[in-house]
């Protein structure tokens, strides 16, 4: 199960990363972007659908069982976000201005946001949020990432893993 599944992982993985730099050329920060979210949750679901499809249909006589799909599913997640977050640290160790970007873009979400952060929160928490944009570490600004992305596959797993499975035939 494992070998023909990991192929899928690499190719998920490097199509995350493609992903990535693709929207930063688009203009948008897939950091700060909610709509990027919703396209990992794409990714994955096609990456871990076919390598299950696969698995089902070529080794496994048509048959795949829930525990089957979620085994699968992680196979293919947790190697692709490894493999994304090892490039992404590279690459933002590597190029200054994307972490300066990404500073000036999170600083500009908040500031945009002001009149609703400011209905919950006094002025100062708000001061408070900006200078802790500006204290933001590679390390950590890669963990987060990284927990997004395990949690869009860990939310697709499931629901890719019951639409493939099927249960033998009862006499």
Request: charged share 20%.
């Amino acid at each position: 199960m494992i070998k023909p599944t990991l192929k899928y992982s690499i190719l998920c993985g490097i199509f995350l990363v493609g992903l990535f730099f693709i929207s930063i050329n688009f203009g948008s920060n897939p950091l700060l972007d909610f709509r990027h979210f919703i396209f990992d949750l794409g990714v994955f679901f096609l990456f871990v659908f076919f390598a299950g499809k696969e698995y089902k249909d070529f080794k496994n006589d048509g048959y795949l069982h829930f525990w089957q799909g979620i085994s699968i599913g992680f196979i293919v997640m947790i190697p692709a976000v490894i493999i994304f977050s090892l490039i992404f640290y590279v690459i933002f160790e590597t190029n200054g201005e994307l972490m300066d970007g990404y500073k000036e873009g999170a600083k500009a979400f908040l500031l945009d946001r002001k009149e609703i952060f400011l209905k919950e929160f006094t002025e100062e928490q708000l001061n408070e949020q900006l200078a802790a944009v500006d204290e933001i570490t590679t390390t950590q600004l890669l963990f987060s990432t990284f927990w997004k992305k395990i949690g869009a596959g860990f939310l697709i797993t499931p629901v890719v893993s019951i639409i493939l499975r099927k249960k033998p035939k009862q006499l």
